[in-house]
């Protein structure tokens, strides 16, 4: 189910840019589409950044339900899956990476003590 929703998400993230670069070219974009683009990556920029990240992943602060309601809205306008399933991955990829760290610490505290 994901491999289609990354080839959706890959595909017309595509077409769109190549879209965006014709209609540049052509000079139909103007200051409109400029400002709903800014505004649109703000708001997936604080949706995934604060919200599914700091907030929903690791709970860095408390939030009231409208922020939620609104980090997890802009969080999902990223297209990034549903915040349930990016959170799960990214505690996963948290765990593996501080475990890999430790084992490498360790390993490397070890070496260390055996070379006196
Ligand atoms: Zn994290």
Same mark, same amino acid.
């Given at each position: 189910m994901h491999v289609y929703h990354n080839f959706f998400v890959l595909a017309?993230?595509?077409l769109g840019t190549a879209l965006a670069l014709y209609w540049l070219?052509?000079?139909?974009?103007?200051?409109p589409e400029l400002v709903v683009c800014v505004i649109m990556y703000v708001l997936t920029?604080?949706?995934m950044e604060v919200g599914f990240h700091r907030y929903f992943t690791h709970k860095s602060f408390k939030a009231h339900p409208?922020? #939620?309601a $609104?980090? $997890?809205i802009f969080g999902s306008m990223a297209a990034q899956t549903s915040p349930r399933f990016w959170v799960a991955v990214? #505690?996963?990829h948290h765990a593996i990476v501080i475990s890999q760290k430790t084992f490498t610490l360790l390993y490397l505290t070890s070496? $260390?003590?055996n070379n006196y």
């Open positions: 017309s993230s595509l070219c052509h000079g139909e974009v103007q200051t920029g604080l949706g409208i922020v #939620r $609104a980090l $997890a990214h #505690r996963y070496k $260390a003590s």
